[in-house]
């Protein structure tokens, strides 16, 4: 379990990080969202003891991780896949590690396995493409067999097939009752793989809670009507409390009215309809709109 307290970090100017709190449960995996510069980096960096805050606590079952001798048995992170030494090895690079944390030889070529990296193992880092690096980063994370893992933009240079993959291992990992922690700059990444979100903005906790509790909070849906007679099914529908609007090829948009309604006002009072299709906000758009005032704020540089 990861627990973050009134955690503030201060740079100079900048309120990186302003009394955040939340709490990352096992067993599932959650969605650390936010626009650039939110804050994301900072906060995970803090709680792999990596920056010291301004105040307040990050600790993982219980402990700060700075606590914890043999780290990687602990706690799994993929922070920035460029920071590795690009003239080993893959295999060297987490053989090393495998030493300083106590952990068996074994497990180096088990991780490789699992991330797909056998075959390029005894070639140099140097060379590995972005996503060959997000896979090494990942089977580093892994290597301790840690109950709590911990991913920065781990999307970033994957192809669809390395997507698909992680968010295949990311769920695994869940249910085998690990903390999984994955921080992204966007909703359509966590879609399909988070079961609880936290979502920061200017550093700043603005939400904190499950995929489907967001969804049915901020989907917005509208209903697109075409119809011969559009006079009449606007005065009918906004007589019966709906908002319509006129697009430009012709049909309506409709809000604050199923198309069911819709179907039934229009078939009591005779009116054609020709066409009559409910569409959903994505939830990418409603993150949008949820985080558009940290965006603002940030491009107007008044943090
Ligand atoms: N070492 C530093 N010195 C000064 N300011 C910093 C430092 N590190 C981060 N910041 C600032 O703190 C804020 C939060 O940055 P952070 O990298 O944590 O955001 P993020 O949510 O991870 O963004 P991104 O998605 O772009 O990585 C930004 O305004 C950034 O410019």
Known sequence: MIEVNELTKRYRKVNAVNGLTFTVRPGQVTGFLGPNGAGKSTTLRMLLGLNEPTSGTATIDGRPFRDRPRGLRHVGALLDAHDVHGGRSATAHLSAL??????????????LAEVGLTEVARRRIGGFSLGMRQRLGIATALLGDPPVLIFDEPINGLDPEGVRWVRGLFRR???EGRTVFVSSHLMSEMEATADQLIVIGRGELIAAESLAQFAARSTQQSVTVRTPDGTRLTDLLTTEGARVLPDDDGSFTVTDMTAARIGELAFHHRVMVQELTTHTAS???AFMELTADSVEYLAGDRR
Request: proline letters at 0%; glycine letters at 10%; a positive charge.
């Open 173 to 175: 990992l869940a249910a």
């Open 98 to 111: 495998a030493r300083s944390n106590g952990i068996g030889r074994s497990r180096v070529h088990e991780v």
């Open 283 to 285: 939830l990418e758009k």
